[in-house]
């Protein structure tokens, strides 16, 4: 009931955004997500980590024979393409398996079964249309906020150093090595996140049931709430607002080589076509969830999320995507999301209860503080910038203490105690 109730109102929530997309003369998550059965894909890894997930609940001798039907329909499809002259994409053939997957559930499972091969295509398709959701509502922020609130957070940001400008700086000095090395960890978070969830689910199969709790989960709840943020508080990015990319409506052309100037900070029109992601950075929040599901794999597994953590933040300034009071805000609402969802997974109490409210509070603290103190701020970095930055710690320590109560403790051996019959004369 509870998976039914999940996924009526996430059918209901996409076309809800799918009948807002047409409103605005767009195509929807729906559509897109349909399109890409026949037409050419925008991302194949995305679609192929969509297919490892939806394996997890396979035996070895499917996942063999599903990742082969998926690789020989990808060869068919180019060959076609190939001989169009058409672009050439891979991922058709993922999505085929999923959706083949789900017609043997029906037509060919039954109880437990059916149930839980439906669920492993459910999680691969949301990890998908989570995705085409995103740019969905990166689209309907550019139509329908036409002016940005980028004077603000700049002039906020120089509390803490104005740490794109200085990181904007260090990746233009280290181009072109440094551009796509940090491009293809910007752009391939999910797929990243489709694998640390794989470790997670590794045991879905033989078990026949899901873990209460796992990195998906939290990922498609970020990227389902982050949005509505971004309506409230639209924001487009240095390098939008105050660089090169923004053209003539960029409010100046300072990034990265000057700073901004601290001014009255006002709300200016900008175009129709660039999302308002930036607060907060939701790609910091992604990289934050994966970092704390990453520490209880093998240390390959937990080099790897710290090496995403730093690549990501480091990609998001460097770009500049963001400025550092977003990346504040995406940490801090990445935790409050991921102490959320555990809660929901293991039961409610009052620590949980406790660390909820209480990085709920921060974050709505930290947007008003941006909006309405930015020049006190600015004009105060020795006090506002250490108190950016102990909100956050707050947060932090606040997850860490309240998790490890969560943790389950091991109960120590006791000592071997020897019966007085056995127990060696002592030697005078």
């Known amino acids: 009931m509870l998976w039914a109730t999940a996924g009526v109102a996430t059918l209901g929530f996409l076309v809800a955004l799918e009948c807002a997309a047409r409103h605005y003369g767009l195509p929807g998550p729906i559509t897109h997500q349909a399109r890409e059965v026949i037409f050419t894909p925008a991302s194949g890894p995305l679609l192929y980590g969509g297919l490892a997930l939806t394996m997890v609940v396979l035996t070895w001798r499917q996942r063999l024979l599903a990742f082969s039907v998926a690789v020989a329909v990808d060869v068919?499809?180019?060959?076609?393409?190939?001989?169009?002259?058409?672009?050439?994409?891979?991922?058709?053939?993922?999505?085929?398996?999923?959706?083949?997957?789900?017609?043997?559930?029906?037509?060919?499972?039954?109880?437990?079964?059916r149930l839980l091969l439906l669920k492993g295509v459910g999680l691969g398709l949301l990890l998908v249309a989570g995705h085409k959701t995103g740019d969905t509502w990166l689209l309907?922020?550019?139509?329908?906020?036409?002016?940005?609130?980028?004077q603000y957070v700049a002039t906020a940001d120089h509390a803490l150093g104005n740490p794109s400008w200085l990181v904007g700086r260090i990746v233009e000095a280290g181009q072109p090595f440094s551009g796509h090395a940090l491009h293809l960890v910007y752009g391939q978070l999910p797929l990243a996140a489709a694998l640390v969830g794989l470790h997670q689910l590794r045991h879905v199969a033989a078990e026949r049931r899901f873990p209460r709790h796992h990195l998906v989960?939290?990922?498609?709840?970020?990227?389902?709430?982050?949005?509505?943020?971004?309506?409230?508080?639209?924001?487009?990015?240095?390098?939008?607002?105050?660089?090169?990319?923004?053209?003539?409506?960029?409010?100046?052309?300072?990034?990265?080589?000057?700073?901004?100037?601290?001014?009255?900070?006002?709300?200016?029109?900008?175009?129709?076509?660039t999302p308002r992601n930036c607060m907060p950075s939701l790609h910091t929040a992604w990289a934050t969830t994966l970092f704390i599901h990453s520490r209880r794999g093998s240390r390959a597994l937990r080099w790897a999320g710290t090496f995403w953590l730093v690549a990501t933040l480091t990609a998001t300034l460097g770009f500049g995507y963001h400025y550092g009071a977003d990346l504040v805000a995406g940490v801090v609402f990445a935790l409050t999301v991921e102490a959320a969802m555990r809660s929901l997974a293991r039961g409610w109490d009052r620590p949980a209860t406790l660390l909820v409210t209480h990085g709920?509070?921060?974050?709505?603290?930290?947007?008003?503080?941006?909006?309405?103190?930015?020049?006190?701020?600015?004009?105060?970095?020795?006090?506002?910038?250490?108190?950016?930055?102990?909100?956050?710690?707050?947060?932090?320590?606040?997850?860490?203490?309240?998790?490890?109560?969560?943790?389950?403790?091991?109960?120590?051996?006791?000592?071997?105690?020897?019966?007085?019959?056995?127990?060696?004369?002592?030697?005078?």
């Open 360 to 428: 709920t509070s921060v974050f709505v603290l930290l947007l008003v503080s941006y909006r309405f103190l930015p020049v006190e701020m600015a004009a105060r970095p020795w006090l506002f910038g250490p108190l950016l930055l102990l909100a956050m710690a707050s947060v932090i320590h606040g997850y860490v203490r309240t998790t490890r109560l969560w943790d389950p403790k091991a109960a120590p051996v006791p000592a071997p105690v020897a019966h007085p019959a056995e127990a060696r004369p002592e030697l005078v």
């Open 76 to 113: 068919v499809f180019a060959l076609v393409r190939w001989t169009a002259g058409a672009d050439m994409e891979f991922g058709n053939g993922a999505l085929w398996v999923i959706l083949g997957v789900a017609v043997v559930a029906v037509t060919r499972r039954t109880g437990p079964e």
């Open 140 to 150: 309907i922020t550019s139509k329908t906020r036409p002016t940005v609130l980028d």
């Open 217 to 273: 989960r939290t990922f498609l709840v970020i990227g389902l709430l982050g949005p509505a943020v971004y309506m409230v508080f639209p924001v487009v990015g240095p390098v939008f607002a105050f660089g090169p990319e923004g053209g003539s409506w960029a409010a100046a052309d300072l990034w990265p080589g000057t700073l901004p100037p601290v001014t009255a900070p006002h709300a200016f029109p900008f175009d129709a076509v």
